[in-house]
């Protein structure tokens, strides 16, 4: 059974950073893209980054130049470094695992205040 486990969600001040992660079990890892996205209240789902297996990536304009994701396939694990965090990053933040049938996780708040 593939899961997805995220942590490091919480509530920060804009400006501030934090570190996302996401520990898969269940699955290869290494040859598949992950990524994160996020849904905020009322809105859909977006997509934030994503990183293929090779360690390619690619972002949302929106978080460019703020927020790092990266991979650790030892630890079959995905981050994402979020800096320069603003109110409008406040959501749920999934982990995804980019296959025929996608996986995701269970979500971790992330709540900036100004």
């Known amino acids: 059974q593939v899961r997805l486990v995220e942590s490091g969600g919480g509530l920060v001040q804009a400006g501030g950073s934090l570190r996302l992660s996401c520990a898969v079990s269940?699955?290869?890892?290494?040859?598949?893209?992950m990524g994160w996205s996020r849904q905020a209240p009322g809105k859909q789902r977006e997509l934030v980054a994503l990183i293929s297996g090779g360690g390619s990536t690619n972002y949302a304009d929106s978080v460019k130049g703020r927020f790092t994701i990266s991979r650790d396939n030892a630890k079959n694990t995905v981050y994402l470094q979020m800096n320069n965090l603003k109110p409008d990053d406040t959501a749920v933040y999934y982990c995804r695992m980019v296959r025929s049938t996608d996986y995701w996780g269970q979500g971790t708040q992330v709540t900036v205040s100004s």
């Open positions: 269940g699955s290869i890892f290494s040859i598949y893209t």
